[in-house]
Nanobody, 121 residues
Framework: QVQLVESGGGLVQTGGSLRLSCAAS????????MGWYRQAPGKQRELVAD???????NYVDSVEGRFTISRDNAENTVYLQMNSLKPEDTAVYYC???????????????WGQGTQVTVSS
């Protein structure tokens, strides 16, 4: 059974920083890509950032230059360093992994349960 567990969310003032972590565990053979999505009340879930095993990264325009995604392949863990936080960053942040299990030929998406990030004005 595959499990993704997020941590690091919380309450921070405008301009502050948070570091999110997501650790994947279970019968995992390979994780091609890991990423962070977020969903605010009344809005669609959107991609924040993702990263491949080889280190290629992608960011939504609104966080470019403020957030940094990284991963530790040996530990199946992805991080999101969030600096210069704004109230509009407030959302539930979800971790996603594109991975292959030991009982499958194919890669599938797996999701964490989310961690709340709240930025006060």
């Amino acid at each position: 059974q595959v499990q993704l567990v997020e941590s690091g969310g919380g309450l921070v003032q405008t301009g502050g920083s948070l570091r999110l972590s997501c650790a994947a565990s279970g019968s995992i053979v390979d994780i091609y890509a890991m990423g962070w999505y977020r969903q605010a009340p009344g809005k669609q879930r959107e991609l924040v950032a993702d990263i491949t095993r080889g280190g290629l990264t992608n960011y939504v325009d609104s966080v470019e230059g403020r957030f940094t995604i990284s991963r530790d392949n040996a530990e199946n863990t992805v991080y999101l360093q969030m600096n210069s936080l704004k109230p509009e960053d407030t959302a539930v942040y979800y971790c996603k992994a594109d991975l292959r299990r030991d009982d499958s030929y194919f890669y599938y998406d797996y999701w964490g349960q989310g961690t709340q990030v709240t930025v006060s004005s």
